[in-house]
């Protein structure tokens, strides 16, 4: 049996995933990480995207909405506000979250930090759509 890293993905809700994997990919909140077999220890601010689990030729695609990944020998676990599997995403909806994040008033620092969380956010969820639907 070949080795493989165990990823686990935890919501506040529930344990969303814990699945076996060959190479895990994920968003980090400066750029992409991709972790195979024996990476080095790791703790890590994910961003808002796509979460990529590669087993043989079968890649699981999920959206997470920020959080943290430890990396601590072939265990990934990932701490995140909410995944969803990519064809579950629709890409409609995900566009009007866009064109709704971006209409939000930004007179104070505050409420444009909030617009600019849910712009990102919302670019996350239609690039994960889009993807899954291509």
């Given at each position: 049996m070949a080795k493989t890293i165990q990823c686990t993905v935890v919501t506040p809700e529930r344990k969303a995933l814990d699945q076996a994997a060959e190479f895990v990919v994920?968003?980090?909140?400066?750029?992409?990480?991709?972790?195979?077999?024996?990476?080095?220890?790791?703790?890590?601010?994910?961003?808002?995207g796509e979460?990529?689990?590669?087993?043989?030729?079968?890649?699981?695609?999920?959206?997470?909405?920020?959080?943290?990944?430890?990396?601590?020998?072939?265990?990934?676990?990932?701490?995140?506000?909410?995944?969803?599997?990519?064809?579950?995403?629709?890409?409609?909806?995900?566009?009007?979250?866009?064109?709704s994040a971006r209409l939000q008033p930004a007179l104070t620092d505050e409420q444009q930090q909030i617009r600019d969380r849910a712009v990102v956010q919302a670019r996350g969820r239609l690039r994960v759509a889009r993807r899954a639907s291509s």
């Amino acid at each position: 049996m070949a080795k493989t890293i165990q990823c686990t993905v935890v919501t506040p809700e529930r344990k969303a995933l814990d699945q076996a994997a060959e190479f895990v990919v994920l968003p980090l909140y400066d750029g992409e990480i991709g972790i195979g077999l024996d990476h080095a220890p790791l703790i890590g601010r994910l961003g808002y995207g796509e979460m990529r689990l590669r087993q043989g030729d079968n890649v699981s695609r999920f959206y997470v909405d920020g959080g943290f990944v430890q990396v601590v020998g072939n265990h990934v676990t990932v701490l995140t506000a909410q995944t969803v599997p990519a064809d579950e995403i629709d890409e409609q909806a995900a566009q009007e979250q866009l064109d709704s994040a971006r209409l939000q008033p930004a007179l104070t620092d505050e409420q444009q930090q909030i617009r600019d969380r849910a712009v990102v956010q919302a670019r996350g969820r239609l690039r994960v759509a889009r993807r899954a639907s291509s």
